[in-house]
Every structure is written in structure tokens, then in C-alpha cells.
């Protein structure tokens, strides 16, 4: 299982991303970005970091697919 988080403040957002198994989760990535200067309101801010996030996730799906792993 996969926990992808997102969030943001008036000074930057981010995401990151946490494989969860048998009881124990692994850092898989994380990315932040600052906010621009013009000030963006929250609401647009939460919806950039959802669109980073997203992008991020199917990367990540991408490359773990079960196929992809190598024991």
C-alpha cells in the first residue's frame, strides 16, 4: 500500500511518499517548492501541490510496478 501526501502553506507546498507494508512503512520520495511572490491564495496552493503529487504517484506506480521489482 502507498501513502501519498500532499499540503501546502502561503510559503511553499509538497508532497511525499511512503510505501507501507506487513507493518512497516520506507520513505519512498518527497518534493516541495517554494510559492511564488504574487501571492496565490491557499486554495490554488493546495491544488498545485495535488497536480505535483499526482505527477509524482504515477511515477512512482510506474516504476514499482510488480513486474519492475527484482528480488
Request: negative net charge.
Amino acid at each position: 500500500m502507498n501513502t501519498w501526501i500532499t499540503d501546502a502553506s502561503i510559503k511553499a507546498y509538497g508532497f511525499a511518499a511512503y510505501l507501507c507494508q506487513w507493518g512497516q512503512s520506507a520513505f519512498i520520495m518527497a518534493e516541495s517548492r517554494v510559492a511564488l511572490l504574487k501571492g496565490l491564495t491557499l486554495p490554488k496552493l493546495e491544488l498545485m501541490a495535488a497536480a505535483i503529487g499526482t505527477q509524482l504517484a504515477n511515477h512512482i506506480e510506474e516504476t514499482l510496478k510488480p513486474e519492475n521489482i527484482i528480488f
